[in-house]
């Protein structure tokens, strides 16, 4: 994907939400990586609570060779595990539970049995009172504690069947004393970064303070999206917002702390809040989560994902549906479906319209909400922004236009970090110096890729001078010839 590279073939994507997909066991080669691709894969994501080093850099150089093959840019986001509470082994890998029973939690390593387990967490064994609520995979098993001691919590069992190891522990309602940054991520964070992923996603944030020190370890080598995957965090929503560069609603561990039927209301909420503030959000777990298993999804499941969208989300994400699934490609298909069926919908294009961020009394905010209603009385076949910080062409994409916007960067890291917004086709072009010749390499861009076609008009932002950051000042439409 070099910056004089001119031949451009980009893949036609009917929507404008895109599409996160996970890699994994079942989509880490090369060949699968290009298949997801082609099939409508825009952003891939790396989990790094599973794989290697080597196995995580192995995938970045699998993307970055299709991308110099398809000469388009994609973006990369390293997801750490963060401070993900879990129980130790048990001596039979599984044990029956039953409610009513004694349940030890205890800080010795031995493996458990059906009376006791490990809890590697004394920081957890403080924080908890008798009274306290302990939820443990998933919430499948309910506990309720009894008595704490110095380094045990007895517990009685409240629901839950079976246990099994290494299971994940949730504590609803309690800010836990516990570093965002763990050793095994910041190990990971430097891997992340010295392999150049675009983004880094911090779990279980709790509070400010926690991106704080993780923007300091990244300096600028790479994005920063937090993922709201704890209630405590809803309490600083707009802090966490303001400190981060994209968000991620992390529907997983979210939904076993808060009630069910917060869930909707909550995503609701942050997907606003965050389009408000013109950065990429993303709407992610259990998507499609039957299709890890079966060719199709469940009624609920499309219409989940097609909520996601009308919602305005900037991405949807596929999780073990493509890292581990039976059906990487189908799940991606069908998302694919999902999403231009919905952008397709009349109701969604006046939802989008109408829920339209207020501009501010800027001039930037003024041309692209301006660019914005030209684009659309006029029918324009694209939206194109000149950018080098990718400030104006997030602006462009918080409007949440109906037609692509074609984004000329020279600087690739732009290009590619662009690729999770809404809406945004990033190109990465040599250095323009003039609105003139901006206007002529859009045109040639945007006939290039197919975007548009003689005769079609563009409707082109830029900051004149050229080379001013963040500084949109002109508008101007041009015909395609």
């Not at 509070?207 to 923007?215: C, L, S």
């Not at 596929?318 to 490609?329: H, N, Q």
């Not at 919905?342 to 319209?353: G, H, K, L, S, V």
């Not at 548009?452 to 001078?465: E, S």
Request: with cysteine; net charge neutral; hydrophobic share 45%.
């Amino acid at each position: 994907m070099t910056a004089h590279s001119h031949q451009f073939s980009l893949l036609p994507r009917h929507r404008n939400t895109k599409i996160v997909a996970t890699l994994g066991p079942a989509s880490g080669t090369p060949e699968e990586i290009e298949t997801l691709f082609r099939t409508g894969a825009d952003i891939f994501r790396l989990n790094f609570s599973h794989g290697t080093h080597d196995e995580h850099r192995e995938r970045v150089a699998a993307i970055r060779h299709v991308e110099s093959q398809y000469g388009q840019p994609i973006a990369i986001i390293a997801d750490l595990q963060g401070p993900k509470l879990r129980i130790g082994r048990f001596a039979a890998g599984v044990v029956g539970l039953q409610a009513g029973q004694a349940l030890r939690l205890d800080t010795d390593p031995k493996p458990g049995d059906a009376t006791r387990v490990q809890l590697p967490h004394p920081e957890l064994i403080q924080a908890l009172m008798p009274g306290s609520e302990i939820l443990l995979d998933d919430g499948r098993v309910r506990l309720r504690v009894t008595r704490q001691g110095n380094d045990h919590l007895d517990t009685t069992v409240v629901s839950g069947l079976a246990l099994s190891d290494r299971k994940g522990v949730n504590v609803p309602g309690v800010v836990l004393p516990l570093v965002a940054l763990t050793p095994k991520d910041r190990a990971d964070l430097t891997a992340a970064l010295s392999f150049g992923v675009d983004w880094i996603a911090l779990s279980f944030v709790q509070r400010p303070a926690d991106v704080i020190e993780a923007r300091q370890l990244i300096g600028d080598r790479a994005a920063l999206i937090v993922k709201l995957e704890k209630p405590q965090a809803l309490e600083h929503l707009d802090a966490l917002i303001e400190l981060s560069d994209g968000v991620m609603v992390a529907r997983g561990d979210l939904g076993v702390e808060l009630p069910p039927e917060e869930v909707p209301v909550v995503q609701r909420r942050i997907v606003a809040a965050v389009r408000q503030a013109g950065k990429p959000v993303i709407v992610a777990t259990q998507m499609l989560e039957s299709m890890i298993s079966a060719p199709a999804p469940t009624r609920a499941e499309a219409s989940d994902v097609a909520t996601a969208v009308y919602e305005g989300a900037d991405a949807v994400m596929l999780s073990a549906e493509t890292a581990s699934g039976a059906y990487p490609v189908e799940a991606v298909e069908i998302m694919n479906r999902i999403a231009a069926r919905i952008e397709r919908d009349p109701f969604y294009r006046r939802t989008m319209n109408a829920e339209a961020p207020v501009p501010e009394a800027n001039t930037s905010d003024a041309i692209t909400a301006a660019a914005n209603q030209v684009a659309r009385t006029i029918g324009a076949a694209a939206i194109t922004t000149f950018t080098s910080s990718g400030s104006t062409t997030l602006r462009a994409s918080r409007e949440r236009p109906a037609m692509p916007i074609l984004c000329l960067t020279a600087i690739p890291a732009t290009a590619r970090r662009l690729m999770l917004s809404y809406g945004v086709r990033s190109i990465v072009t040599p250095d323009i110096h003039s609105f003139g010749q901006m206007v002529e390499v859009a045109a040639r861009m945007a006939r290039s890729t197919g975007i548009a076609r003689v005769g079609d008009r563009l409707v082109v932002t830029a900051g004149v001078p050229f080379g001013t950051p963040g500084n949109t000042n002109t508008l101007r439409i041009s015909v395609v010839d």
